[in-house]
DNA sequence: TCGTTCATGTAAGACGTTACATGATTGT
DNA sequence: ACAATCATGTAACGTCTTACATGAACGA
């Protein structure tokens, strides 16, 4: 369903092609809904089909531009308001964590180091969307920039937190 | 695969049916990897047939005790040295704030103010799983405290995110 | 005896990943 | 002429969710 919305989301903000929303994911929404190429090319067909967006545009090589339908724009309003996200998270990362008793405690500690060092380059990562996107004032840009800042504050933590973890390990043989 | 190896990381520890591992998942697991029964059931039969896991045991009710085989650690440890975890995370609950500028902005700040109040929740939870829990100083004693200073660092991170956003909202209209 | 907990399993359908497949257009 | 980019689509397979289905054992 998420992805679904994502698109409507998107389309919400201007009319695009599916090759124009594969792009706009991967600068932004990727970091927090990662979606295919032929996920997005399959989810714009059904939400076409649903007649939650339309075609308003033809161009060369069959591109297809999408347009938010006014049901599309109102199913999305409701989504927003009168449904509750889901809030556990998938972390894989963190999955592994648990299990770390089960091999020797330097790869342990060297684990918790590639956490901290991952988090370094996400945060890396981050700066350079940043610097890239061109920020207006316009609704987009101030929730994007918002969500940039969780991210940031997320790795800070996930860094913060690898450190701290690593102290907890057993102390090393000698 | 990830569940999998969830499941196998939980027998490491100790063998167990697939009530127990259920029990066991909602304590500590669900909050990073979320699995239903169904789900679980499923994977220890398929895990039995590819004998990474064993009954060791049958019980009353058509009980089956299942204990990790050599090959199922072996596999295990596989996972943890040689492969990478995927680090995005799907956040349905970010997703949502890039478009918060379809709804208007005092819609926007109830959201913002939800998100405050979930983490409130979350870190309570985390406490009653920390008093409920017996610690020892076994591994998954030691990396599970690790996991839930996590939690308790994300969740912590989401409150003062959220108090933050709120701040970078348009002014109210008076 | 009766409700709760223990205990396992299957099936349908939605969602996600990987890989394959094709071809037009643009710029050098 | 050729490479890169634009542009769309399908198929197979794996994973996850929701719902259904069944029944034994335990404790009050």
Chains 1, 2 share one sequence.
């Not at 989301?9 to 990662?34: E, H, I, T």
């Amino acid at each position: 369903m998420s992805l679904r919305y994502a698109l409507l989301g998107l389309l919400a903000d201007r009319p695009a092609s599916g090759y124009d929303l594969l792009q706009r994911f991967k600068g932004s929404l990727a970091n927090v809904w990662p979606a295919t190429q032929s996920q997005i090319y399959t989810e714009l067909s059904k939400l076409a089909d649903a007649e939650l967006i339309a075609v308003s545009d033809e161009g060369p090589r069959g591109r297809k531009e999408y347009t938010l339908t006014d049901t599309g724009r109102a199913d999305l309003r409701h989504w927003l308001t009168d449904t509750k996200p889901k809030r556990v998270v998938r972390n894989e990362v963190l999955l592994r964590v648990f299990f770390l008793g089960v091999i020797p405690p330097a790869q342990a500690r060297e684990y918790l180091s590639d956490i901290e060092a991952g988090s370094a380059e996400g945060l890396a990562a981050l700066a350079e969307v940043k610097a890239a996107t061109d920020w207006g004032d316009d609704d987009l840009s101030t929730y994007g920039r918002m969500a940039l800042g969780w991210g940031e504050r997320f790795y800070v933590m996930n860094q913060q937190w690898a450190r701290w973890a690593r102290e907890q390990l057993p102390p090393v043989e000698r």
